[in-house]
Nanobody, 121 residues
Framework: QVQLVESGGGLVQPGGSLRLSCAAS????????MGWYRQAPGKQRELVAV???????KYTDSLKGRFTISRDNAKNTVYLQMNSLKPEDTAVYYC???????????????WGQGTQVTVSS
């Protein structure tokens, strides 16, 4: 009943920027933590950044300073601003969120379908 849909991926040259968006829809009572993960071919999915309902953020150390996570609670949307992109940033980027469908249930974790980011000259 809950869907997370990412957008904003694409091809960009090294040093360029992209902004990813993830909109949650469906049966939503409340959204708690939201985050971005990425997975390169042949590698494990790794955390990029996470943001709490109160706006507190955490980043993978190697990405801090280049990537910025933010959210718009009124739109049920989380964003990832990516600057100074490097070829090693190439991956499928996935949205993740903890969502409570009603007031009586604990949050359930959901994943988006992913959006491809390719950094290449």
């Amino acid at each position: 009943q809950v869907q997370l849909v990412e957008s904003g991926g694409g091809l960009v040259q090294p040093g360029g920027s992209l902004r990813l968006s993830c909109a949650a829809s469906g049966s939503i009572f409340s959204i708690y933590a939201m985050g971005w993960y990425r997975q390169a071919p042949g590698k494990q999915r790794e955390l990029v950044a996470v943001i709490t309902t109160g706006g507190s953020t955490k980043y993978t150390d190697s990405l801090k300073g280049r990537f910025t996570i933010s959210r718009d609670n009124a739109k049920n949307t989380v964003y990832l601003q990516m600057n100074s992109l490097k070829p090693e940033d190439t991956a499928v980027y996935y949205c993740n969120a903890d969502v409570a469908p009603n007031a009586l249930l604990l949050p359930t974790n959901y994943w988006g379908q992913g959006t491809q980011v390719t950094v290449s000259s």
